[in-house]
């Protein structure tokens, strides 16, 4: 009697992972050697940020995605911090814009110039403190902008208005242990956590109240990692009491059971996922592992199902993600990890095998743009919203970054005296642009925007006349010249 085996229909069933060649890749980076199981990398279709060992305090790397090759040992570092940098994430509505977390209990903000760093930088836009042990978790809003989350090995998480330096909520009683990971959902209602009490949580920032609790989510002690997915689902990996590594997907509404497990092996290295809401496939990469492994998640039984693996002879120290605008959509690359060596960073990309070169729709949907759907004040005011999505049909070409400004609020005329100066938050001098008209960030930043307009056009007005006059007096030489005066 024989058994036919029914494959799964799926166009992700054939993708594959490409080391790109070593003229592409970023040799000679001394990665950080800190015992911290963050990524230790960060990337947008800008540049590429790494945190490197520093003597006597603690710095990363940023790189323009274009300077492959050997870099210089004299390379510019950001390197502000009097501590090791543990966590480094880019802002996803500025692609100059970082946050950093370290051990010195401070987080920071840089703009990091249009064409990268041509000397050290050494002073954050803002300096966030607030936390009375090392910061071990920076992340950004998806949707509102200058909307900030810190977590520190003191279990508090804090979440900050970057453009005023204010804290905004400090969640101080939810977690009784270490805090492993935190991921916002698609819209920033809510953020899962993972803790050492071996508890996922998801929580309500804004009314600071836990919405939902698992209790030994995975019962072994090693570290675990929570991710909400577009659903509203909660994908978890960690640890099962036998020390196998496992991977879970959870429905909030009901917590008691996972909707799937599935154990992969019994190596040690903490599970750091990453996730692609546009193909609900999710890339699994084990820290000192050498290989990725990649699933589909789906709404049918049973739920998480396994796509391919892609290995390599190295382990991985860390790694990034890039976000979904910046792939080069007419070679089907559905996403690109950036691989850390001991010494290198070695890109990777991931491929669906098509004929045709036409852009595929099916491959990419319109995705998360940098455009910040919210304000900081009106989702603090209680306003949700979904990304603003962009097609990347025309090979998505950004727009010109603003620089990021902090405005200290007008405390004469502003009735939140007391919100907004609060200790523990120091702003750089260099980037302070005080708001006076009556508190309102809004009518400030649109006066100067205009003024900025103003001086531009003057200064165009002065080049085009000064330009003008000099052509005239250039065809004039040229008419003397042909007839034979000069």
């Known amino acids: ?44 279709p800008k540049f590429l940020a790494v945190i490197v060992e520093a003597s006597g305090g603690g710095a990363f790397l940023v790189l323009p995605l274009n300077k492959t090759g050997r870099i210089d040992k ?4 950001v390197c502000g911090h009097t501590g090791p940098v543990l966590d480094i994430d880019w802002c996803p509505h500025n692609d100059e814009v970082i946050a950093s977390g370290s051990e010195d209990c401070t987080v920071m903000v840089w703009q ?31 949707t509102a902008r200058n909307v900030l989350l810190s977590a520190g090995c003191d279990n508090v998480v804090l979440i900050w208005n970057v453009g005023t330096a204010e804290e905004l909520y400090r969640l101080d009683t939810l977690h009784p242990d270490l805090i492993y990971n935190v991921s916002w959902n698609r819209n920033g209602s809510l953020f899962c956590s993972a803790c050492k009490d071996k508890s996922v949580r998801i929580i309500d920032p804004r009314r600071g109240t836990l919405v939902a609790e698992r209790e030994k989510a995975h019962e072994g002690a090693r570290p675990m990692r929570a991710i909400f997915l577009a659903d509203g ?28 497990l599935q154990e992969l092996d019994s190596s040690n290295g903490a599970l750091l996922p990453f996730y692609d ?21 789906t709404d049918e039984s ?59 729709d099916d491959l990419y949907p319109d995705t998360a743009g940098p455009e910040a759907a919210l304000e900081a004040e009106e989702w603090v005011s209680g306003r949700d919203a979904d990304p603003i999505l962009i097609s ?9 970054q603003r620089d990021l400004k902090v405005s200290r609020r007008n405390v004469l005329s ?20 005080d708001a006076t008209s009556g508190g309102s960030l809004v009518g400030a930043g649109e006066a100067r925007k205009l003024e900025e307009v103003m001086q531009e056009l003057r200064a165009l007005r002065a080049m085009v006349k000064e330009q003008g006059e000099r052509i005239c007096r250039l065809e004039e030489q040229l008419g003397r010249m042909e007839n034979g005066d000069a």
């Not at 064409?115 to 803002?126: D, I």
């Not at 640890?239 to 909707?259: C, I, K, T």
């Open 277 to 297: 809401p546009d193909t609900s496939v999710v890339y699994v990469c084990g820290k000192g592992d050498s290989s990725i492994r990649y699933f589909e998640i």
């Open 392 to 400: 990347l049909r025309e090979a998505y070409v950004p727009s010109k």
């Open 233 to 260: 689902k909660v994908f978890t990996t960690g640890f099962s009491r036998m020390s196998e590594r496992q991977l879970a997907l959870w429905d909030p509404e009901n917590l008691e059971e996972p909707m799937a």
């Open 74 to 77: 004299a390379y510019p570092t």
């Open 112 to 142: 990091i110039p249009e064409n990268g760093l041509a000397s050290p930088l050494t002073e954050p836009v803002v300096v966030l403190e607030g936390h009375t042990k090392r910061v071990g978790i920076v992340t950004w809003h998806p």
């Open 414 to 433: 502003d009735s939140r005296l007391a919100s907004s100066t609060r200790p523990g938050s120091s702003i750089s001098a260099v980037a302070i642009a």
């Open 1 to 44: 009697m024989s058994f036919r085996k029914v494959v799964r229909q799926s166009k992700f069933r054939h993708v594959f992972g490409q080391p790109v060649k070593n003229d592409q890749c970023y040799e000679d980076i001394r990665v950080s050697r800190v015992t911290w199981d963050s990524t230790f990398c960060a990337v947008n």
């Open 302 to 360: 049973p739920y998480i199902h396994f796509l391919n693996t892609f290995t390599s002879k190295e382990p991985q120290r860390g790694m990034g993600s890039m976000p979904k605008r910046g792939l080069e959509v007419s070679k089907c690359e559905i996403a690109r990890f950036y691989k850390l060596h001991e010494r290198k960073c070695e890109p990777i990309v991931m491929t669906v095998p098509r004929k045709s070169d036409l852009f595929q």
